[in-house]
Nanobody, 126 residues
């Protein structure tokens, strides 16, 4: 079992920045997991925002965020980050961290993940 905890959400004005963090609250470490950030707006399906390989050398992101969001990881700190810049009102959502063992990873999609955090709310509003 893997317990993921997100932090860093909050309210920010359009054009602002936030950095989300995802960490494992207990063993095992995240080193052998592909980690993804997903988001969900009430009434809509959860969507994949960005995923990062276990080593951190491969990432992929949603087209609408790839020029503004950056996913990264620090395995020494057992933490994965999502740096979000130039935020827009349409980025408002609950953001979830998710994980799957790297040997089982197929795609950065909701059904492709095994473990989920409880989410952190990001609100972009003036």
């Amino acid at each position: 079992q893997l317990y993921l905890v997100e932090s860093g959400g909050g309210q920010v004005q359009p054009g602002g920045s936030l950095r989300l963090s995802c960490t494992a609250s207990e063993f095992p470490a995240l080193d052998y997991f592909v980690i993804g950030w997903f988001r969900q707006v009430p009434g809509k399906e959860r969507e994949g925002v960005s995923c990062i390989s276990s080593s951190g050398d491969i990432t992929n992101s949603l087209d609408s965020v790839k020029d503004r969001f950056t996913i990264s990881r620090d395995n020494a700190k057992n933490t994965v980050y999502l740096q979000m810049n130039s935020l827009k009102p349409e980025d408002t959502a609950v953001y979830y961290c998710a994980a799957i063992n790297m040997r089982r990873f197929t795609a950065c999609i909701v059904r492709g993940m095994d473990f989920w955090g409880k989410g952190t709310l990001v609100t972009v509003s003036s």
